[in-house]
Nanobody, 113 residues
Framework: QVQLVESGGDLVQPGGSLRLSCAAS????????MSWYRQAPGKERELVAR????????TYADSVKGRFTISRDNAKDTVYLQMNSLKPEDTAVYYC??????WGQGTQVTVSS
């Protein structure tokens, strides 16, 4: 069955960095568009970044442009989210998604001093 397992969430100080990973299995990862979403307490889930399967085209939410980078390793069936210059408003549960249909369980990112 389809599995998406996120890891890498942590407590980090403002200005710090984290790299999230999402290990995928049970579907054709290399031909799937992969995305990172996040959901903060009391807010709706929002798209953070997406990477298209064939073109490798990347899109980002305006709030993270220039700070976050999405990437993928098709040999490892893994998608990453490198997060730099983290801000308290980046605090949320981060979810990995395949084609917007399959979801991981989420990983908590907390940015606080």
């Amino acid at each position: 069955q389809v599995q998406l397992v996120e890891s890498g969430g942590d407590l980090v100080q403002p200005g710090g960095s984290l790299r999230l990973s999402c290990a995928a299995s049970g579907f054709s990862f290399s031909v799937s568009s992969m995305s990172w979403y996040r959901q903060a307490p009391g807010k709706e889930r929002e798209l953070v970044a997406r990477i298209i399967s064939f073109s490798g085209r990347k899109t980002y939410a305006d709030s993270v442009k220039g700070r976050f980078t999405i990437s993928r390793d098709n040999a490892k069936d893994t998608v990453y989210l490198q997060m730099n210059s983290l801000k308290p408003e980046d605090t949320a549960v981060y979810y990995c998604s395949a084609e917007g249909k399959y979801w991981g369980q989420g990983t908590q990112v907390t940015v606080s001093s």
